[in-house]
């Protein structure tokens, strides 16, 4: 460790993200990307916005984005926040809304940033073990908390929380904030966004990095009532004014736009999932129900980190998870058809 390096930065242990290949030779089902490309409107979008926007500093509040998206969602733009994905705009709500004093509650397992997070804010969190079968132990939610972060579905399980479950969590948690991360709630799932106006303590967190295909520009939001949108902005413009520039802000306006083209891709990402599900089950595989882009399994018979280098080695890119709490589980997300039809090629020659 450098002698330099100040007592926090020692003690941080940083989030690795999913293996990018450079080459193009795998089937990447790592990071939860969306197979399919963005719609059209948004590449056109983006190019538009190269030839007449980009010697031009970016909107620093993002209005024009922050207008469409409340239009979407029928809320106000000042109940809205944008941020460089929805990372950003969750290391922003840590440093906003929780304190070492009254710990912030997440479970275990779940979206492993938030422990990140919480180390670099010199927060303890306090964190809860999943059910058995990966559900969320709900009443574990309703004690006494210093703040609650929860995607919904989960990350990595694909399981999902229904929207009575939260709002139990939200009136037992009235005086801390409820952050609800939506990442992946266009594959099945059910969004507490109306829940907005009836409780001040509720920060929903989408992205576009997922349904919209856009993970490489970056953009996530927050949607909240002013009171926490405006906590937000103050760690924002203490020291990061431009967040979003000029080409993220026309995709994601394109992108939130063309809704219709998004929920075919998203339909399609359904129907594989849940062809993918049973044709995993047909070969030895417990699956995780999932109303996400990506399903969490385990073989009966073999290891899953085994599993995981022999599909590397036979092109087919996964993540898995061989920690106390789940033990020998892989998580595949969902690509094309043909994808699918690579990996299970791959696995009927491994098993
Ligand atoms: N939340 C969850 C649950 C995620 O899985 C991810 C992506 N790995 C994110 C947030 C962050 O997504 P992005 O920064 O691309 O918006």
Same mark, same amino acid.
């Given at each position: 460790m450098s002698k330099f390096w100040n007592e926090l930065v020692q003690k941080l242990d940083p989030y690795v993200p999913g293996e990018q290949p450079k080459d193009k030779k795998y089937v990447k089902l790592?990071?939860?990307?969306?197979p399919y490309p963005p719609s059209p409107k948004v590449v056109k979008a983006i190019k538009q916005a190269v030839n007449e926007q980009l010697r031009l500093y970016p909107d620093p509040n993002a209005d024009e984005l922050r207008k469409t998206a409340a239009e979407h969602f029928q809320l106000?733009? *000042?109940?809205i926040f944008v941020g460089n994905g929805s990372d950003e705009v969750l290391a922003f709500s840590f440093m906003s809304f929780f304190s070492a004093e009254n710990p912030v509650a997440f479970a275990d397992i779940t979206y492993s940033f938030y422990k990140v997070y919480a180390n670099l804010c010199s927060l303890s969190p306090k964190i809860i073990p999943l059910n058995e079968d990966f559900s969320l132990p709900v009443k574990a939610f309703c004690e006494p908390n210093g703040g609650v972060v929860i995607p919904n579905p989960n990350a990595p399980t694909g399981r999902g929380v229904s929207l009575s479950e939260v709002k139990e969590i939200l009136e037992a948690n009235k005086d801390h904030v409820v952050i609800i991360d *939506?990442?992946?709630?266009?594959?099945?799932g059910e969004s507490v966004i109306p829940f907005i106006n009836d409780y001040p303590n509720l920060l929903v967190i989408r992205t576009l990095s997922k349904y919209s295909s856009l993970a490489g520009i970056r953009v996530g939001y927050a949607l909240g009532q002013k009171e926490l949108i405006d906590g937000l902005n103050r760690v924002k413009n203490?020291?990061?004014?431009?967040?979003?520039?000029r080409l993220a802000l026309a995709g994601a306006k394109a992108a939130i736009d063309d809704d219709a083209y998004y929920q075919e891709m998203a339909k399609k990402i359904v129907t594989t999932r849940e062809q993918t599900i049973e044709r995993l089950q047909n070969i030895g595989f417990t699956v995780v129900p999932s109303q996400s882009n990506f399903i969490f399994a385990s073989h009966t018979e073999v290891d899953a980190e085994v599993i995981f280098h022999e599909l590397r080695d036979h092109g087919v890119l996964v993540r898995y998870f061989n920690q106390?709490?789940?033990?020998?589980h892989l998580r595949i997300t969902i690509g094309t058809d043909e994808e699918m039809d690579k990996l299970i090629d791959a696995l009927k020659l491994i098993l």
């Open positions: 790592n990071t939860n990307e969306n106000d733009p *000042e109940q *939506e990442a992946y709630i266009d594959f099945g203490s020291f990061n004014s431009y967040t979003i520039d106390p709490r789940i033990s020998n």
